[in-house]
């Protein structure tokens, strides 16, 4: 992935998280377990949210913010990875969709910390401080409504 601006790697995730969400989806559809098809429905939805957010941050954040370039473009290996992890997503339990909803928040994690470790300007490295903490929360929340079927 080219990334030259905080702008670039912001749309990337948003197609990332809808793409994602998509794919949820069609496991979903395709899912005779209930209880699975639930949980995929879920997720699907939690994706989109994550898109929707990304959006309106690209919508409302200052324009020096998005338009920052990084003195160093960053070499980043999450994107290839979660795009090969995503292309052989395959959910077949409850148990895998978690496991493997982690890892892609797990990996997203690390590149927003990474690109925070590279930032040099206050609000592009809180931004990306930001980001990764959220990777963190969302991780867990998705990890309490998939142990609680109540909140699903």
Known sequence: MNIQQVKHIIHWC??????????????????SDPRLKMTLDYLAQHEHEMQSGLNRFLETAPADVLNTYFRQVPNLEQPAVLES??????????????RADAEFHAH?????????????????LELFESLARNEDEETRRVARAIASSSTL
């Open 14 to 31: 948003a197609a990332f998280h809808d793409s994602l969400g998509q794919q949820y989806r069609k496991l979903a559809q395709d899912a």
């Open 85 to 98: 992890l995503r292309s052989c997503l395959c959910c077949a339990s409850i148990d895998d969709a978690e």
């Open 108 to 124: 997203l994690r690390s590149m927003y910390q990474q690109l925070a470790d590279l930032s040099e300007t206050g609000p592009v």
